[in-house]
């Protein structure tokens, strides 16, 4: 901004001394400063002009006194060199000479308010603090513009400004002070700013070289503290952009953390998955797969249910399988052959020492000579049932009816589950009672007339299939007629009594081969590695007759059998305790060891105790070229067949009679002979036995005390 330098002018009239308007400009120094604006302004003397305020003097009586012609202004440019007077893009001012004409107060107030207080302008947020002073001065008229005076106070300077930095004026702290007084503040209501006030420092104005013949100095130049200079409210509030190290730096991008491995976390999660799909399958399997019955088997599994009056729980699944397959499967189950028993080598050492085998163990063979009593059986290890293919309807039926009946009793009474682990005694006369129970109903179910054709099916295997005699018929027995043995004791039984007998039972085979003691309630034991008195019988009668190895089997009170497998051939020591009649035990025994080949080198040893007669019998295996027994065919069961139809026929006979009286008379019925062999299906024209042997008399037999005599007559 060029600087304008007051000149001394006589005292004169205004008007008189009133130049050209056109007369030349003075003189302007190549450097111009605002202090000496202001010094300029400051040398003109206050007229008598009434100012419009208390703070202010009027513009006519600050240029009244001035002897001046006038003041021309010369433009600068941008760049600091002076423009051409005649440039018409150059805006020039002029002051008429004398000064400013005198006006009205109130036309004088409205044209300061004019100059003071533009137009609002919308302000640059970060304006040029220099150009904008130069703007203002520029537009600002000079010439005869009075001083103006303030009564605010003078704030000393804070700082010193350094070496080579020009100082700044009061002016132009001021002017840069408003250039960032925001227009308006976002959350206050428009309204004046408070502003402090302003600090006045001279010291560029008084370095200036001063005329010739200055007039007194001036007051300071300060604003006015009237409220016509405060701070303009504006539309939005000017910010200065501040430059932060934030602006340009890269944003911290957070290294991504690296996943911890939990293994025991995702252990436990693996496991709990494993619970929910086992848990699933489960669900699946109890609730949807078995009790989904196939097709053809529940019309069947139906009738068998309604016959027993219980209900099955879960769908049992039938397998057919062909003849020699079936077989040798009926044989395994059987004989209880499993990887943590003995091996099919070993049972058959076993039982060629003793005489129950000759030969080779072959299980097809077993199985096929027990098949026509069992063509289907029901396993309890699996839960399913196997039945032979190829079977006539009737046969097929009736067979299926049977082993569903056994399952249906397994899931009532858990019978299954009572033969892991026990003894072979245990077992046999487990399976035996409720195989007893199954043969008891479903001949309940089947007519006479159907009979006589299952029958002739029966023997009509015989034929197709060519069933040879069985080389064991111990394990041909255990395998498929057990149930045999008792199945009358069922026939016409209430059903508290019947659940009494299968509730929790686990008996020995003695108790279903001699059921007086099954129903005198007591309990037999037997040692782990029993074999019970069906295995014994089946030993003895391999040399000795049937009805005398019958009854010193019935005198057994316990027995154990051990193989021994030394060096040489495997050998057998074994016990059998015989109780009241121990002496036909010892003799029948005795009898055996004598027929046994000299290969087994077989020997009997008696001691008595207070139980009866203790016997130990050695023998080793002979090998398979030895024949061990005669060969001849037995009674599979014994006298226990008879015995429990003779008790059903005293029963049905006398009803008053009980069970127990009814199966001591029946245990007189003897002697037991090859001509006593009873089947699953008796032959057409009922079974010959009992009526060969007649009915015993309870009385006669001691079993039932003889009736009171009557009192005589009076």
């Known amino acids: 901004v060029a600087d304008v330098e007051p000149r001394d002018v006589p005292d004169e009239d205004p008007l008189e001394s009133a130049e050209p308007s056109d007369a030349a400009a003075p003189a302007v120094s190549g450097e111009h400063r605002l202090p000496s604006l202001l010094s300029a302004l400051t040398t003109r003397e206050p007229g008598p002009t009434t100012p419009i305020s208390d703070d202010l003097p009027s513009l006519a009586d600050a240029a009244a006194p001035s002897p001046a012609s006038g003041i021309a202004m010369v433009g600068v440019g941008s760049d600091g060199e002076e423009s051409d007077p005649a440039d018409p893009d150059i805006a020039r001012f002029d002051t008429p000479s004398g000064g400013m004409p005198r006006m009205d107060p109130d036309e004088e107030h409205q044209r300061l308010l004019a100059v003071l207080q533009p137009e609002p302008v919308h302000r640059d947020p970060d304006p040029v603090v220099n150009g ?119 944003v911290p991008v957070p290294a991504r953390r690296r996943r911890k491995r939990h293994v025991f976390r995702r252990l436990v999660t693996f496991v709990i998955l494993l619970g929910l799909i086992a848990g699933g399958l489960f669900a699946v399997k109890k609730y949807v797969l078995d009790v989904r019955w196939d097709k053809e088997v529940k019309p069947v599994a139906d009738a068998v249910s309604e016959a027993r009056g219980l209900s099955f729980d879960k769908a049992v699944h039938v397998d057919a399988l062909p003849a020699a397959e079936y077989s040798a499967a009926l044989a395994t189950a059987g004989l209880g052959l499993d990887p943590d028993g003995m091996t099919a080598e070993q049972t058959a050492a076993e039982w060629r020492s003793l005489g129950l085998l000759s030969g080779a163990l072959d299980l097809e063979a077993v199985g ?230 000299a290969e087994s080198a077989t020997t009997v040893t008696a001691s008595a105790n207070e139980l009866g007669v203790s016997l130990t019998i050695n023998a080793c295996d002979p090998g398979v070229a030895v024949p061990t027994s005669d060969g001849a065919p037995l009674p599979g069961l014994g006298g226990a067949p008879l015995q429990s139809e003779v008790m059903r026929l005293l029963i049905e006979q006398d009803p008053t009679l009980d069970l127990a009286t009814a199966a001591c008379a029946a245990a007189t019925v003897g002697p037991v002979s090859m001509a006593d062999e009873r089947g699953v299906v008796d032959p057409v024209g009922g079974w010959a036995a009992p009526a060969a042997h007649g009915l015993p008399d309870p009385v006669a037999t001691g079993c039932l005390a003889p009736p009171a005599d009557p009192a005589p007559a009076a």
């Not at 497998?565 to 060891?593: K, L, N, R």
């Open 132 to 250: 904008l002073a130069d703007m203002i001065v520029r537009s600002t008229p000079i010439t005869g513009m009075a001083a103006v005076r303030s009564i605010s106070a003078e704030v000393p300077v804070a700082t010193t400004p350094p070496a080579g930095v020009p100082p700044v004026t009061s002016v132009e702290a001021e002017l840069n002070r408003l250039a960032y007084v925001p227009d308006a503040v976002a959350e206050a209501d428009p309204g004046p700013v408070d502003l402090p006030q302003i600090a006045v420092n001279d010291s560029a104005a008084a370095a200036a070289p001063a005329p010739a013949a200055a007039p007194p100095p001036a007051p300071a130049l300060n604003l006015s503290n009237n409220e016509i200079y405060a701070a303009r409210a504006s539309a939005s509030a000017a910010t200065q952009r501040r430059v932060a190290y934030t602006d340009f730096a890269p």
């Open 368 to 597: 096929m000579a027990a098949m026509p009593f069992a063509p289907a059986f029901y396993d309890p290890a699996t839960g399913r049932i196997s039945i032979m293919d190829g079977l006539p309807a009737e046969l097929h039926t009736f067979a299926l009816q049977r082993a569903l009946a056994m399952a249906l009793l397994d899931q009532e009474y858990g019978w299954g589950a009572r033969l892991e682990g026990v003894p072979g005694s245990v077992r046999i006369g487990t399976f035996a009672l409720y195989d007893a129970d199954a043969v008891a109903t479903v001949l309940s179910m089947t007519d006479a007339a159907t009979l006589e054709t299952l029958v002739s099916q029966l023997y009509g295997l015989y034929a197709d299939y060519t069933i040879p005699a069985s080389p064991a018929p111990y394990g041909s027995v255990i395998s498929a007629r057990l149930g045999v043995a008792a199945w009358p004791l069922f026939r016409g039984l209430d059903e508290v009594t019947r659940s009494s007998l299968l509730l929790d039972a686990a008996p020995v085979d003695v108790q279903l081969l001699d059921l007086r003691r099954l129903l005198d309630g007591s309990a037999a034991g037997a040692a782990a590695n029993s074999q019970g008195a069906l295995f014994w019988y089946h030993v003895l009668a391999g040399r000795v007759n049937d009805d005398l190895a019958w009854r010193a089997a019935l005198t057994w009170r316990g027995d154990a059998v051990s193989l021994l497998d030394g060096g040489g051939s495997p050998c057998v020591a074994a016990m059998f305790q015989a109780g009241a009649g121990s002496d036909v035990a010892q003799a029948a025994f005795e009898q055996w060891a004598a027929l046994a080949p």
